[in-house]
Structure formats: structure tokens, C-alpha cells
């Protein structure tokens, strides 16, 4: 007679193993193109992908394995923070919650705590076999793929904007990228000549992944996060013929994707570096 429970902890645990996965390719493009020698390295149950740039979204370290228990999830939060206190500037230690056994889970405050990590955010990882989805049509908005210089400094502000950082650590993680022209499916969501919104796609082994996803404070609450974003499902689908698609969405984005066919599966935590 089979357990369930086994069964739903290995559902759990290669849906964990799969959001992690595609946090650590997608980044080592985006890393790379920012600083052809940032630190990308693989190490035993740790990947770091950091650019060492002010925008520390792109100064990223996650744990990679599964079924960890409490002693190895204390060694390598430890671990992780002695890089980050090696560095110049700030980033986040990315935990894929269900890659923990149910020991360590209890035991994850504590022990961030004593590798001098304190919490940040909560995440949540999706996924689904989605794609293609419709070319959206949105009565305020057209959609302008980035290309440009100018571009890519609308982009950067508005992440800036709506996760509160100051305008120049946005644009020092994306102006000047060839990256993001090329490689990225990436839309603004205009508003007449305003940029309002802006999501972006990119395949990453076989599937295509969702990233900065973000709308202009001033202008949320009337679907422009999900149409731009549906545009950049759209266009990278289009392109690539991938049917699959996934993200990690934050406490704000997590109601909307639901809608356009994505599944929820593990909870990520953010830590940064106490203070």
C-alpha cells in the first residue's frame, strides 16, 4: 500500500526543484551579460549568481538540493552568508521552501538567524503547461518591446518604483544591456507616451520564464501588470514554441497569474544580510 504523503512531498519537492532551477539559469544570462566576471559558480547545494551591482535583484544566491535536513540547511545558510558579507553590495538569499524535509522547516528561523540572515519577503513559485496564450488587447495600453537605450531606462524605473528602490540601482542593473534587447522578450506597457507597466520572458531549459513583472504605483489596481505580462507570454511563446512557463511571484503579483493559467507550488523566502 503507497503512502500519499510520500507522493505529494515528491510532487512538491520537483516543483521546488524546478523553480529553483530556473531562478539559476535565467540568472546566469542576466548576471553575465551585466559583468562577464560576475560570480557564477555552482558550488556543493549552493548557486551564486551575483553581479555585484546596485541593483540587487541581480545579486542572488539559492539552495539547490532537496530533502535537506536541519544540519546541512544550518551549514549552507552559514555558508551563504559568509559570500554575502564578502561582497560590495547587498542581495538575497533565495529558499525554495519545499526543497527543506519537515525538520528543517521548523528549524529555518533559528538557524538564518544565527547565519546572520534576517527575512525580507515571501515569494511563491508557479509554474503551468499554459502555453500559447491570446495576443492581449487592453483599452489603455499598447505594447513596446525594449530595444532600445531609452527602453531599457523606462524598464529599470519602473522597478525601481514599484519595489521602492532608488532610480540609479534599477538603471545599473539593465542599461546598456544587449541581453535584455536580444535574448529577452521584455514589453513596457504605454499608456498614450507613459510607461505604466512592464513584464519580460525569456526561455531557460525548455521553458519560459517570467521576470520583472512590475506597474507604476500610480497606476496599479487596473490590469496593466497582467496585460503586459500576457504580452510577454505571448510574443516569447510565439517565438520559441515553449508550452510551458514559470515564475516566482511576490505577495503582490500572486493573485494575478492564477488567472492566466499558472499554478502555485513552493513558497520562497527571501533573506538579506543583518544589519
Given at each position: 500500500?503507497t503512502?500519499?504523503?510520500a507522493?505529494?512531498?515528491?510532487?512538491?519537492?520537483?516543483a521546488?526543484?524546478?523553480?529553483?532551477?530556473?531562478?539559476?539559469v535565467a540568472w546566469?544570462?542576466?548576471?553575465?551579460?551585466?559583468?562577464?566576471?560576475a560570480?557564477v559558480?555552482?558550488?556543493?547545494?549552493?548557486?551564486v549568481?551575483?553581479?555585484?551591482?546596485q541593483?540587487?535583484?541581480?545579486?542572488?544566491?539559492?539552495?539547490?538540493?532537496?530533502?535537506?535536513?536541519?544540519d546541512v540547511?544550518?551549514q549552507?545558510?552559514?555558508?551563504?552568508?559568509?559570500i554575502m558579507?564578502?561582497?560590495k553590495?547587498?542581495?538575497?538569499?533565495?529558499l525554495?521552501e519545499d526543497?527543506?524535509?519537515g525538520?528543517?522547516?521548523?528549524?529555518?528561523?533559528?538557524a538564518?538567524?544565527?547565519?546572520?540572515?534576517?527575512?525580507?519577503?515571501?515569494?511563491?513559485?508557479?509554474?503551468?503547461?499554459?502555453?500559447?496564450?491570446?495576443d492581449?488587447?487592453?483599452p489603455?495600453?499598447t505594447?513596446?518591446?525594449?530595444r532600445?537605450?531609452?527602453h531599457?531606462?523606462a524598464?529599470?524605473?519602473?522597478?525601481?518604483?514599484a519595489?521602492?528602490?532608488?532610480l540609479?540601482?534599477g538603471?545599473?542593473?539593465?542599461?546598456?544591456?544587449?541581453?535584455?534587447?536580444s535574448?529577452?522578450?521584455a514589453?513596457?506597457?504605454?499608456?498614450?507616451?507613459?510607461?505604466?507597466?512592464c513584464?519580460?520572458?525569456?526561455e531557460?531549459?525548455?521553458r519560459l520564464f517570467?521576470?520583472?513583472?512590475?506597474?507604476d504605483?500610480?497606476?496599479q489596481r487596473?490590469?496593466y501588470g497582467?496585460?503586459?505580462?500576457?504580452?510577454?507570454?505571448?510574443e516569447?511563446?510565439t517565438?520559441?514554441?515553449?508550452t510551458r512557463?514559470?515564475?516566482?511571484?511576490?505577495?503582490a503579483?500572486?493573485?494575478?497569474?492564477?488567472?492566466?493559467g499558472?499554478?502555485?507550488?513552493?513558497?520562497?523566502?527571501f533573506?538579506n544580510?543583518a544589519e
Amino acid at each position: 500500500m503507497t503512502d500519499p504523503t510520500a507522493s505529494t512531498a515528491s510532487t512538491a519537492s520537483t516543483a521546488s526543484i524546478e523553480s529553483a532551477r530556473q531562478l539559476t539559469v535565467a540568472w546566469r544570462g542576466l548576471v553575465l551579460d551585466r559583468d562577464a566576471d560576475a560570480d557564477v559558480r555552482d558550488l556543493p547545494g549552493i548557486a551564486v549568481r551575483w553581479a555585484d551591482c546596485q541593483f540587487s535583484f541581480y545579486n542572488t544566491i539559492t539552495l539547490t538540493e532537496s530533502g535537506v535536513g536541519p544540519d546541512v540547511l544550518a551549514q549552507r545558510l552559514t555558508q551563504a552568508g559568509d559570500i554575502m558579507r564578502a561582497k560590495k553590495h547587498p542581495g538575497f538569499l533565495w529558499l525554495f521552501e519545499d526543497l527543506l524535509d519537515g525538520e528543517a522547516r521548523t528549524t529555518l528561523t533559528a538557524a538564518a538567524e544565527r547565519a546572520g540572515l534576517q527575512y525580507a519577503f515571501p515569494g511563491t513559485g508557479m509554474a503551468g503547461d499554459l502555453l500559447p496564450v491570446p495576443d492581449p488587447v487592453h483599452p489603455d495600453l499598447t505594447f513596446v518591446r525594449v530595444r532600445t537605450e531609452e527602453h531599457l531606462r523606462a524598464y529599470a524605473d519602473l522597478q525601481s518604483r514599484a519595489y521602492g528602490f532608488p532610480l540609479e540601482e534599477g538603471r545599473d542593473g539593465l542599461i546598456g544591456s544587449a541581453h535584455w534587447t536580444s535574448e529577452m522578450y521584455a514589453y513596457l506597457a504605454m499608456r498614450g507616451d507613459v510607461p505604466v507597466a512592464c513584464a519580460a520572458t525569456v526561455e531557460a531549459e525548455g521553458r519560459l520564464f517570467v521576470a520583472f513583472v512590475a506597474t507604476d504605483p500610480e497606476w496599479q489596481r487596473r490590469g496593466y501588470g497582467e496585460a503586459v505580462t500576457r504580452k510577454a507570454l505571448y510574443e516569447g511563446a510565439t517565438a520559441t514554441g515553449l508550452t510551458r512557463a514559470t515564475l516566482h511571484a511576490t505577495v503582490a503579483g500572486a493573485p494575478v497569474y492564477p488567472r492566466i493559467g499558472f499554478e502555485p507550488n513552493t513558497p520562497i523566502h527571501f533573506y538579506n544580510l543583518a544589519e
